[in-house]
């Protein structure tokens, strides 16, 4: 085995055995924070907030374009 | 998108994006604080290899843990919110609020991946000064992170660095060093990390205080208000010193909020420091708008004018002074930088006019013209002012500012003063005998919070009108969405984040009434 195979090797079981022998606490942070995560990048993201200049338009020229009209033309 | 923007809307963004920042903040500063206060406990256990400053470290090191878990990526609704809430501000800024950005979420992620690992996980497997420079590494990385975070607010303060391109509507960066060295950000990263070392503090002393009453851990909740309490003290001062240098910096690029949260209308010199008062409503008209007064006020003479300006005699201009103008003291009214501001945005659209009749020639003039020294600093400046109609449209919600700067300031001097009373009872050797001192830190621990909070609605409404100041005003920024779907968005929030927030608190009160491990071994 190669010594930067075995430097990762020690890396992956050093978290791994963090993870195994996590406290009570520890677990329910775990839990809290892949629910947050969840809600955070699945449902937020994907439901309520699309990045709009990016939905709407197919290139970065159009999106000035329309930032430039909005500013030119609305008060 | 943005037509027919109605003010419904403005005011349910605003109320949304406050309410998700006010949730963040309330994670924050204790993770820049607690981090470390537990870098030092860590530091005198390795030095000394006494195993109580072991068990010490790792209780507050497992509420830092929750913490820190509980309010990690809240702050990334923020940066939804900018690209669907308020999409035209977003462009608007371009790459100078998305490089600092970038940089504080790719620190973030290797930080927190890697050193925070090493704190929690790392404990007799790494060595100790492995561990303990782990420690001290994701103290200095979660504050340089916050750093970035506020770098990118001060330039929404004070917009620098930058040069405005009419073919792409963006601000682009063209000076890096500029938008970080921003006296701004700079006076705000200081007040900012020392106020989340002040609340990490109180609160380090106030559950320490609660241990004392409950008469556990005896040494552990000395020794911790030991540290916490030196380090509580020094940081107050550098808060109060900070907040100072903060307030004159204010006074500089952002004088209308200055002269707000001092409710200062007249300039003068000789000006007074109001260190307490009240405000009423139906005060001085400004165009169609009343100015709240004072009812009743305890004045410092001159000691504005001493801050500010170095001497009494230091003539302070007041908020009539932006609006009218002042041209002896060389301030420029409001309708100047309102023609100023037009005549940017008539440029604008005399480029996109060009450009539309395919004059590449005059089309390119235009855009250079947005690059020359003169026009930025002349007219660009003032953009924003093209879409203010009124002139007491420039002036914030006086009393918000007044109250909310005061309350903080006051706050700010309780907590050197609770400081050094802890440290002289605990040197003296009478802290467990004053219990009623100890409930008073117990229940102090939300005052930093408070405290904060109060500073973050200063640094945000006192700006109003502007989402970035004197180049777009809020208005320009927002998206035209229903305002019932942000309505919607806003609850949804208000639910997640009460619930993180009751989390939070529960799991942390469980630990704490648990304490810390029996027995730590060296």
Redesign the interface.
């Known amino acids: 085995m190669s010594r930067s195979a075995g430097f990762f090797i020690r890396i992956f079981r050093?978290?791994r055995?963090?993870?195994r022998?996590l406290s009570d606490?520890?677990r329910?942070?775990?839990i809290?924070?892949l629910i947050?995560?969840f809600?955070?990048?699945f449902l937020?993201?994907l439901l309520?907030?699309?990045?709009?200049?990016?939905k709407?338009f197919s290139s970065?020229?159009e999106?000035?374009?329309?930032?430039?009209?909005?500013?030119?033309n609305?008060? | 998108m943005f037509e027919n923007i109605d003010l419904s809307l403005v005011n349910w963004s605003r109320g949304q994006f406050a309410l998700t920042a006010v949730y963040h903040w309330l994670f924050v500063p204790l993770t820049l604080g607690l981090s470390f206060i537990i870098a030092m406990m860590e530091t005198i256990y390795v030095r000394t290899g006494d195993p109580e400053w072991k068990r010490i470290t790792k209780f507050w090191m497992k509420l830092f843990g929750i913490n820190f878990a509980i309010g990690v990526a809240t702050g990334i609704i923020l940066e939804f919110e900018f690209g669907t809430n308020w999409s035209a501000y977003s462009w608007f800024v371009g790459d100078i609020f998305g490089a600092p950005l970038a940089i504080e979420g790719i620190m973030a992620f290797f930080l927190e991946s890697t050193f925070i690992a090493v704190m929690f996980f790392g404990w007799n497997k790494v060595s100790k000064k492995f561990h303990l420079a782990s420690t001290w590494l994701v103290a200095i990385g979660a504050n340089l992170s916050a750093l970035w975070i506020l770098v990118a607010n001060a330039w929404m303060q004070n917009p620098t660095g930058m040069v405005f391109n009419p073919e792409t509507a963006r601000n682009e960066m063209h000076s890096f060093w500029e938008v970080l060295f921003n006296p701004v950000a700079a006076d705000k990263f200081l007040h900012t990390i020392t106020s989340g070392f002040v609340l990490a503090s109180i609160f380090v002393v106030g559950i320490s205080s609660w241990f004392l009453l409950k008469r556990r851990e005896a040494l552990m909740a000395k020794r911790s208000i030991l540290i916490a309490g030196i380090f509580g003290l020094l940081s107050s001062v550098m808060l109060a010193l900070t907040g100072d240098m903060s307030a004159r910096t204010i006074a500089k690029y952002q004088p209308v909020k200055f002269t707000s949260f001092e409710a200062l209308y007249k300039g003068t010199a000789n000006a007074p420091l109001v260190a307490a008062g009240i405000l009423r409503k139906d005060g001085e008209k400004v165009g169609e708008r009343h100015l709240p007064s004072f009812v009743f006020r305890i004045e410092i003479p001159g000691f504005l004018s001493m801050l500010t300006g170095g001497d009494r005699d230091a003539y302070v201009p007041g908020i009539y002074d932006y609006i009218y103008g002042n041209p002896e003291r060389g301030i420029m009214s409001f309708s100047e930088k309102k023609e100023r501001g037009e005549v940017a945005r008539k440029a604008l659209q005399d480029y996109k006019t060009a450009v539309d009749k395919g004059e590449k020639v005059r089309a390119r003039e235009l855009a250079e013209q947005f690059t020359s020294a003169g026009f930025r600093e002349n007219y660009f400046r003032y953009f924003g002012y093209a879409y203010i109609d009124k002139a007491e449209d420039i002036i914030p919600d006086v009393k918000v500012s007044f109250y909310t700067f005061h309350l903080m300031v006051m706050l700010g001097f309780l907590f050197i003063l609770q400081f050094a009373v802890v440290l002289w009872l605990l040197y003296s050797g009478n802290l467990e005998r004053h219990r009623w001192w100890l409930w008073v830190m117990l229940f102090s621990i939300p005052l930093p919070y408070l405290a904060g909070e109060l500073g973050w609605v200063l640094a945000e409404m006192g700006r109003q009108p502007w989402i970035i100041q004197d180049l777009m005003p809020v208005h320009m920024g927002v998206t035209n969405l229903k305002a019932g779907n942000v309505q919607v968005t806003f609850w949804l929030f208000a639910i997640l984040f009460t619930a993180l927030l009751s989390a939070e608190v529960s799991i942390m009160v469980k630990q704490i009434r648990k304490g810390p491990a029996k027995k730590e071994e060296e």
């Not at chain 1, 309520?48 to 990016?54: Q, S």
């Not at chain 1, 999106?63 to 030119?72: K, M, P, S, T, V």
Request: glycine share 8%; net charge positive.
């Open positions: 050093f978290y055995d963090g993870f022998n606490w520890g329910n942070v775990w809290i924070i947050k995560l809600v955070i990048f937020l993201r309520f907030f699309p990045d709009l200049l990016k709407n970065d020229p999106r000035g374009d329309y930032i430039r009209d909005h500013l030119i609305n008060r």
